[in-house]
């Protein structure tokens, strides 16, 4: 079950990730930025905190291919309210879903339905925020520089981030650009963004790829709908 938590967070563009104390080495800190920095230059790279604390409700979904199959993963998110819904379909059928609501939640797959722990829930309800990296000090999370890199030929800031849980991940933001450009950790592998777009004022990576030991090629999702300030109907937390 633990595994497949951070699969979904993979699947739903999330930032806390699991990994071993001591595993990555890293080269000389870049020293001249600091993690605050690094993370401001990304908040404003995608549209500034003030737009971004706009958002109030959150609609994503993409899509995917495995095995010739169709895949559409949403995750419907309600910052004011702390619900969080995600769902995995294939050919039409609900094969997952998650939902968090304030301070309940439950998992279902393959017919079987379980009730989040207190320590899954308090990880998952860091995906109810659209872009939780605006909050990192607030939720209590410690920081610290890494190396600089290159993801994909471009310069990048690496960012060492754990949660109050002591989920830790490897995070790459763009020197140039400011926008994340991967992160990475021992069970939800490799998540990479790509094509940053503007959407009512806010830039989403219409492109996410995920490399995990779980699945048997990288997984490369679409996004396909974007629905912002949209009433929610209750019955999605359900």
Do not use: C, W
Not at 63 to 68: K, M, N, P, S
Not at 162 to 189: P, V
Request: proline fraction near 3%; charged fraction near 25%; glycine fraction near 6%.
């Amino acid at each position: 079950m633990k595994k497949f938590i951070f699969l979904v967070f993979a699947v739903g563009m999330l930032v806390s990730t699991v990994s071993v104390a001591g595993l990555y080495g890293d080269k000389k800190p870049l020293a001249e930025k600091t993690p605050k920095e690094v993370l401001d230059a990304y908040v404003k790279a995608i549209g500034g905190a003030e737009k971004i604390s706009e958002i109030k409700t959150l609609v994503l979904v993409m899509e995917a291919e495995v095995q010739g199959m169709a895949v559409e993963m949403s995750t419907v998110r309600d910052m004011e309210n702390l619900r969080m819904m995600q769902q995995v379909v294939m050919d039409g059928n609900v094969v997952q879903k998650t939902v968090v609501n304030n301070n309940e939640g439950y998992m279902s797959a393959m017919g079987q339905v379980q009730a989040l722990s207190a320590d899954q829930l308090e990880t998952l309800k860091t995906n109810i925020y659209a872009f939780p990296e605006l909050y990192y000090e607030e939720m209590g999370f410690t920081m610290s520089m890494g190396e600089t890199t290159e993801i994909d030929g471009e310069p990048a800031y690496t960012l060492h981030v754990t949660s109050t849980e002591g989920l830790k991940s490897k995070e790459y933001f763009s020197i140039e650009s400011g926008y994340k450009l991967k992160m990475t950790a021992e069970i939800a592998g490799d998540v990479e963004f790509r094509d940053y777009q503007e959407i009512e004022g806010v830039k989403f990576p219409m492109k996410v790829s995920i490399s995990n030991a779980v699945l048997p090629v990288p997984l490369e999702t679409r996004l396909i709908d974007i629905q912002i300030n949209q009433e929610l109907d209750d019955s999605l937390f359900e």
